[in-house]
């Protein structure tokens, strides 16, 4: 009997666990880390990486719990339209209440702030208009269409800037940012194209233009990104192996582009795997 129940406690506290982490989507937290890194990667190159390690695992842990909170505030908000568009998260099924939820977000942020407090001013400053902007966004912006969506590309773009304010060199990070931004400008379109019908509080894109012309938006923010991708290559930024990788990025994002038409929850995801491409060669690409 004794057996059974530790068994069934296991199997209760590992689903938690499992929960807890499709809330704060750590994978998310993880990829915008490995972007902080890339950011200071570009700005310093790897032979002075070594300068400011401790600093730029402070930035990593600050991201990914930013990262988790963002999402987790994100959840909070979206309950009534993921009961629709994504009736499988745990704020939705219950197993972790509005409660827990609120309060893990507080918690997080908190450290998010005290962490970079170790960190130079002008990091700790990117930290701390990057939580104000994702509450504005979350309280304001999400449900006025195009800004939010914008607010949202400005905060991915801005992954790489801290990597680069770590570094205490940001503008070489501009190019990169700019990238980011343009294609995950594409990406939260594309995303409230697959949300429409669930979207009955927001006054996303798609529902104040229509979802075709909402693609053409996104598709020319993508093609944007493209088009400027082989910039950090010409400007002396990144060598030849960025060129190789980014290449095969640009091909799923265009293919990616004509699949959001027609099924709009593949065309995000394709965006997503072309990103995730994408920082492969920003790291293959930097300067031994």
Not at 151 to 168: K, T
Not at 212 to 224: E, M
Request: proline fraction near 3%; charge should be positive.
């Amino acid at each position: 009997y004794l057996t059974a129940k530790l068994a069934k406690v296991k199997v209760s506290y590992l689903g938690q666990i499992s929960d807890y982490m499709r809330l704060l989507r750590l994978w998310n937290g993880l990829i915008a880390g490995l972007a902080v890194l890339l950011g200071a990667v570009v700005a310093t190159g790897w032979s002075e990486l070594e300068d400011i390690l401790l600093d730029l695992l402070l930035g990593i842990l600050t991201v990914v719990m930013f990262m988790g909170a963002g999402n987790a505030l994100n959840d909070y908000f979206d309950v009534g339209t993921d009961r629709i568009a994504h009736p499988e998260r745990p704020l939705v099924k219950g197993t972790i209440s509005g409660t827990a939820a609120k309060t893990t977000i507080i918690v997080l942020f908190t450290a998010c702030l005290l962490v970079a407090v170790f960190l130079n001013i002008l990091a700790f400053i990117v930290v701390a208009l990057a939580m104000a902007s994702m509450i504005i966004y979350e309280l304001r912006l999400k449900r006025s269409g195009l800004s939010g969506n914008l607010m949202i590309s400005v905060l991915v773009g801005a992954l790489f800037m801290f990597g680069g304010a770590i570094a205490d060199s940001p503008d070489r990070t501009l190019i990169l940012a700019s990238l980011a931004g343009l294609a995950t400008l594409g990406r939260e379109i594309v995303k409230d194209i697959e949300d429409v019908r669930g979207d009955t509080t927001r006054n996303t894109l798609p529902k104040l233009i229509g979802t075709k012309r909402a693609g053409i938006i996104a598709s020319v923010s993508v093609i944007g990104a493209v088009l400027l991708s082989p910039a950090p290559y010409l400007l002396g930024h990144l060598d030849l192996p960025y060129l190789l990788f980014v290449s095969c990025a640009d091909g799923l994002f265009i293919v990616g582009v004509f699949s959001q038409f027609g099924n709009p929850a593949r065309g995000q995801q394709i965006f997503k795997m072309a990103m995730v491409l994408a920082l492969l060669a920003f790291v293959v690409g930097v300067p031994v």
